[in-house]
Structures are given as structure tokens and as C-alpha cells.
């Protein structure tokens, strides 16, 4: 069972590629409301965890709980419609719709023709698809195309796209890839905007970004679980300032 404070809890998950261990037997909890955030050098695992949390990676062993029910071998869309939700790095988003058109397109519910989509405009889904841009600070563009925006803010809309499914978890990996330093400090802000409404593990390396959001630092290396703390606990480990300064 997992523990009744956690909405993710991720017990002893193994990941093997073809004989190789991607992950050697990872333990992760993710309470209500938290940020979690891994961090650790290339090839450490910590896309193939978020994979496997979602049914992507393909795990040897161990276990996922979500809200208390082992989610391990379901599929990637159960698990989503279970309400984890999960933002990949490359973009999926319509660039020729508007920014509010493509939240509606989310929305839980909606299942996307072009065609329809006034059709599909309730008062409530306005309701919800502005607040949706409220929180990821894209309420004057809303009527903009996505074409138009900035790297930064389709990744936003990225974001929007996964709250619409009203996830009570959300993953990102590498949220700020390619974003201006402005945009990467308003995506903290997001990022903390949004765990008031749900949990969070975000995998990122700009470290000025992990200090602005970090509650909790997860460190990865070699699929293991190096240590985990506050800022400052990890930034004095001297595991981790190995890995990160050693050999
Ligand atoms: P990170 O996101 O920490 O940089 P990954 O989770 O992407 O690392 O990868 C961890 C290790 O697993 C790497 O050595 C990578 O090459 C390997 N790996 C990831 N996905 C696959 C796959 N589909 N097939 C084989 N090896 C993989
Ligand atoms: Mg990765």
C-alpha cells in the first residue's frame, strides 16, 4: 500500500531496456499541493521515470500508486484519464487556433473536430478555460494564434493544455528548455501558481529555476535515487557535488 498523505507513491520501480537498467529500484513520494523536483546529469533516468509513472516505460518491477491504487501496468491512457498528466518536450500544440481554442480542445470531455468547436463552447467550459489562462498568465493572448506567440508562452499553453484534463498530478521534464531567462523565472511562477490546485514533479537542471520552485530535490544518477532534501541539504551533499564536480 502506499502511504495515505501521498497522491503518488512510487515504490522500489525498476526499468529495464533491453538489459540495460535505466532505473535500479526508485522509491518517490508526491504529497498533495507538493513540488518535487528531480534533478540529476544526462542519463540518470529521470524521463524514463516520468515514463513509467504513465505507463511508457516499460518496468521490470516494483510499483506506482495513485491515490492509494496500483496504476503499474495500466495503460498510458487510463493513467491519464485517472488524472496524471504529463507535458512532453516537443510541442503539440495548433499552431492556426487561437490560444483559447486549443484549451478547449483539452478540455476534459472535448473530443477535438475543428468544425465544432463553438458548438462545444458552454458557459461553464468559458469559465474554466479562462481560469485555465489566468493561471498560466495567457488570459490577454487568449484570442491570439498560437503561431504568434513566443517559444516561452506556447510552452504555457502547453501547460494549459495539460490542466484542462483537471490532472491532480502534473509532470513536466524540462519545462524551460530553450526559454528566455524572463521566461523561465514567469514558468516558476506558473508552476507555483498551479500547485495550489495540484502536485507537481518537475524535472529540470537550470538551478536558479529548481531554487525559485523547489520544495523537495530528488537527485538521480546511474537510475538510482542519490539523496533527496531541500536546497540546501542537496547543494551541501557531497554525493551529489561528486557527480556534479567529480572525476
Ligand atoms: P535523463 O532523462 O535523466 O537524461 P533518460 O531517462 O532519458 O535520462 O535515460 C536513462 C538511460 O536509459 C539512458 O542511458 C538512456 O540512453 C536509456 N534509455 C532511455 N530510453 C531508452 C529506450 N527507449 N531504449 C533504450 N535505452 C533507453
Ligand atoms: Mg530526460
Given amino acids: 500500500m502506499s502511504s495515505a498523505a501521498?497522491?503518488?507513491s512510487i515504490k522500489d520501480l525498476?526499468?529495464?531496456?533491453?538489459?540495460?537498467?535505466?532505473?535500479?529500484?526508485v522509491d518517490l513520494e508526491v504529497g498533495n499541493n507538493e513540488i518535487v523536483t528531480i534533478i540529476g546529469p544526462n542519463g540518470a533516468g529521470k524521463s524514463t521515470l516520468l515514463d513509467a509513472i504513465v505507463g511508457k516505460s516499460p518496468v521490470a518491477s516494483g510499483h506506482v500508486y495513485y491515490q492509494g491504487q496500483d496504476i503499474t501496468n495500466k495503460s498510458s491512457y487510463d493513467i491519464a484519464r485517472m488524472g496524471i498528466g504529463r507535458k512532453f518536450q516537443n510541442p503539440n500544440v495548433y499552431n492556426e487556433l487561437s490560444v483559447f481554442d486549443n484549451i478547449l480542445l483539452a478540455l476534459k470531455g472535448t473530443h477535438g473536430v475543428f468544425a465544432s468547436i463553438a458548438a462545444k463552447l458552454t458557459a461553464a467550459k468559458k469559465d474554466k478555460?479562462?481560469?485555465?489562462?489566468?493561471?498560466?498568465g495567457l488570459l490577454e493572448q487568449g484570442y491570439s494564434k498560437v503561431s504568434s506567440l513566443s517559444h516561452g508562452q506556447k510552452q504555457w499553453v502547453e501547460i494549459g493544455m495539460v490542466l484542462a484534463q483537471d490532472p491532480a498530478v502534473v509532470l513536466l521534464d524540462e519545462p524551460t528548455a530553450g526559454m528566455t531567462a524572463d521566461e523561465t523565472h514567469a514558468t516558476g511562477?506558473?508552476?507555483?501558481t498551479i500547485s495550489a490546485n495540484h502536485s507537481l514533479v518537475v524535472i529540470e537542471?537550470?538551478?536558479?529555476?529548481?531554487?525559485?520552485?523547489a520544495q523537495r530535490i530528488v537527485v538521480l544518477h546511474q537510475g538510482e535515487k542519490l539523496t533527496e532534501g531541500s536546497v540546501s541539504e542537496v547543494q551541501s551533499n557531497p554525493k551529489v557535488i561528486e557527480v556534479y564536480l567529480g572525476r
Fill in 6 to 8: 501521498s497522491v503518488l
Fill in 14 to 25: 525498476k526499468v529495464v531496456f533491453s538489459g540495460f537498467k535505466a532505473l535500479k529500484g
Fill in 129 to 136: 478555460i479562462i481560469d485555465v489562462l489566468d493561471r498560466i
Fill in 189 to 192: 511562477e506558473i508552476i507555483k
Fill in 205 to 213: 537542471h537550470d538551478m536558479e529555476f529548481v531554487k525559485q520552485i
